[in-house]
T-cell receptor
Framework: DAKTTQPNSMESNEEEPVHLPCNHS???????IHWYRQLPSQGPEYVIH???SNVNNRMASLAIAEDRKSSTLILHRATLRDAAVYYC???????????FGTGTRLKVLA | DTEVTQTPKHLVMGMTNKKSLKCEQH?????MYWYKQKAKKPPELMFV???????INESVPSRFSPECPNSSLLNLHLHALQPEDSALYLC????????????????FGPGTRLLVL
């Protein structure tokens, strides 16, 4: 089974960039990399996804390593509202299932 | 409208009770999912429906019974639950089930927090 590994927690100062890493060394060639975040008492919220190329949207950027064994979610300017658990997710090869990583709890300091 | 709604928000039930969780979406999505999330853990997939038919049951005990009466609604019927079933139950939907490797995005509801006494 494909797996992702993430640091348990990270801290950032407000208005500074944040780089959230994820390792997925067993990723297959057709697995998309998804990132979701979960704020307290809410369901997971879509952030971004990609396959091979780096991706940007209004919320974040996703940098994918050339060998696709790791990726980094980049929040360009962290705000207090970005404090959440960030999940790196693979769609399992051969199925449609989301395989969640353990998540990184991001704390943003004012 | 990109919203998935779930009712109730909170539910307390005894081990002999029968209750149901409800999920609704009006995005025209044809795939719907139930997840279970224990405290400080990631969500775990329970069931998947595609075009109102059950596609996958992740070996969930029979005390959990899903139902998809139409393309917008998903229910989870609960009977004779155990205290260890206490968790946040999340519903999600996506446009279709998607093929392996497609970038299908899932939209999650806020969840129902269930406490079994």
């Amino acid at each position: 089974d494909a797996k992702t590994t993430q640091p348990n927690s990270m801290e950032s100062n407000e208005e500074e960039p944040v780089h959230l890493p994820c390792n997925h060394s067993t990723i297959s060639g057709t697995d998309y990399i998804h990132w979701y975040r979960q704020l307290p008492s809410q369901g997971p919220e879509y952030v971004i996804h990609g396959l091979t190329s780096n991706v940007n949207n209004r919320m974040a950027s996703l940098a994918i390593a050339e060998d696709r064994k790791s990726s980094t979610l980049i929040l360009h300017r962290a705000t207090l509202r970005d404090a959440a658990v960030y999940y790196c997710i693979l769609r399992e090869s051969g199925t449609y299932k989301y395989i969640f990583g353990t998540g990184t709890r991001l704390k943003v300091l004012a | 409208d990109t919203e998935v709604t779930q009712t109730p928000k909170h539910l307390v039930m005894g081990m002999t009770n029968k209750k149901s969780l409800k999920c609704e979406q009006h995005m025209g999505h044809r795939a719907m999912y139930w997840y279970k999330q224990k405290a400080k853990k990631p969500p775990e997939l329970m069931f998947v429906y595609s075009y109102e038919k059950l596609s996958i049951n992740e070996s969930v005990p029979s005390r959990f019974s899903p139902e998809c009466p139409n393309s917008s609604l998903l229910n989870l019927h609960l009977h004779a639950l155990q205290p260890e079933d206490s968790a946040l139950y999340l519903c999600a939907s996506s446009q279709t089930l998607g093929l392996a490797g497609s970038g299908e995005t899932q939209y999650f509801g806020p969840g129902t927090r269930l406490l079994v006494l």
